[in-house]
């Protein structure tokens, strides 16, 4: 069965550090792949997407996310968080092309001002 | 904010009873999804309404079950509420076809005492 591990539970960064969260999954087929967000109080959210083409992929707020379809990884990076970027971040597929998702167990990123 | 909208977004229950929770699809979006988020964890896809149909479905038992209106609106219908029934409820709306991105409402909050 397809899944999606997320390798950090809980990060903590203060400003300006950067980040990576790990993402992995196992899934040989067509591989589309998603980062959400959800920051305090507010909704889920797509922070970006990887269907075809260039493996390194740009999102809102200055995050990126690279595929690297040998290691069956899709890790989110930014080079310098901020305090509001504090919030809980998930790896997402759709198995089979299918119109569901996936999630991985998310991690939580704190960053302190 | 997605045009997502949910109700109730908090509701207490007891062991055995049954619930009922409300969505609002974005206007234009003819699919809607519903996961369950337990605590810490990732949101699990529980099934999928396209035109008033299941299209697909989670590893939930048969006491989990919905309802799409030709509005696009859904219901989600819980039975039997068990203790670990306990969780935010989340619907999502997307368009109909290969996965695109899924615009989450801010969820329905669910204890089951």
């Known amino acids: 069965a397809q899944s999606v591990s997320q390798h950090n539970h809980h990060v903590i960064l203060s400003e300006a550090a950067s980040l990576e969260l790990g993402c992995n999954y196992s899934?040989?087929?067509?591989?589309?792949l998603f980062w959400y967000v959800q920051y305090p109080g507010q909704h889920l959210q797509l922070l970006l997407k990887?269907?075809?083409?260039?493996?390194l992929v740009k999102g809102i707020k200055g995050f990126e996310a690279e595929f690297i379809k040998s290691k069956f990884s899709f890790n989110l990076r930014k080079p310098s968080v901020q305090w509001s970027d504090t919030a809980e971040y998930f790896c997402?597929?759709?198995?089979?092309?299918?119109?569901?998702?996936?999630f991985g167990q998310g991690t939580t990123l704190q960053v302190k001002p | 904010e997605t045009g997502v909208t949910q109700s109730p977004t908090h509701l207490i229950k007891t062991r055995g009873q049954q619930v009922t929770l409300r969505c609002s699809s974005q206007?234009?979006?003819?699919?809607v999804s519903w996961y369950q988020q337990a605590l810490g964890q990732g949101p699990q896809f529980i099934f999928q309404?396209?035109?008033?149909?299941?299209?697909g479905r989670g590893n939930f038992p048969p006491r989990f079950s919905g309802l799409q209106f030709p509005n696009y609106s859904s219901e989600l219908n819980v039975n039997a509420l068990e203790l670990d029934d306990s969780a935010l409820y989340l619907c999502?709306?997307?368009?109909?076809?290969?996965?695109?991105?899924?615009?989450f409402g801010e969820g329905s909050r669910l204890t089951v005492l």
């Open positions: 899934y040989g087929g067509t591989v589309n």
């Open positions: 997402a597929v759709p198995p089979s092309n299918t119109g569901k998702l996936i």
């Open positions: 206007s234009g979006h003819n699919t």
């Open positions: 999502a709306s997307s368009f109909a076809g290969p996965p695109g991105e899924l615009f």
């Open positions: 309404y396209y035109r008033e149909e299941e299209n």
């Open positions: 990887y269907f075809s083409g260039d493996p």
